[in-house]
């Protein structure tokens, strides 16, 4: 099975930016439908985890989705087999768990899962955390 591993986070003050990576193995991530989604870290194994981007695998079309749209900036390198998530201008708003996730079927527009999830290949988050 397919595997994944998001890296990046930390500490960053607002109006910073900072870089996440999610590394695939045992696949090629063009073979994937990739998206980032995040979650309120009080709230994990509770709370809603949503899209904040993703990346076809039909195309290499990216959608960035509210409220993150114009300050994040989805990619992938194939070469390495990751997929990067630049996230800009960072407000408070944006502390959270981002996961990294992989699927067959394409993301749905702005879906956010709630507990038990089924759907596609998940990696373990990484934290980050904006400080006002």
């Known amino acids: 099975d397919v595997q994944l591993q998001a890296s990046g986070g930390g500490l960053v003050q607002a109006g910073g930016s900072l870089r996440l990576s999610c590394a695939v193995s045992?696949?090629?991530?063009?073979?994937?439908?990739v998206g980032w989604f995040r979650q309120a870290p009080e709230k994990e194994g509770e709370g809603l985890r949503c899209?904040?981007?993703?990346?076809?695998?039909?195309?290499?079309?990216?959608k960035i989705y509210d409220p993150v749209k114009g300050r994040f900036i989805i990619s992938k390198d194939n070469g390495k087999n990751t997929v990067s998530l630049e996230m800009n201008n960072l407000i408070s708003e944006d502390t959270a768990v981002y996961y990294c996730?992989?699927?067959?079927?394409?993301?749905?527009?702005?879906?956010?899962?709630?507990?038990?999830?089924?759907?596609?290949?998940w990696g373990h988050g990484t934290l980050v955390t904006v400080s006002s």
């Open positions: 996730a992989a699927d067959l079927e394409p993301w749905k527009d702005e879906v956010c899962f709630f507990g038990r999830i089924t759907s596609g290949y």
């Open positions: 045992g696949g090629t991530v063009d073979a994937y439908n």
């Open positions: 899209i904040v981007g993703s990346i076809s695998r039909a195309d290499g079309s990216t």
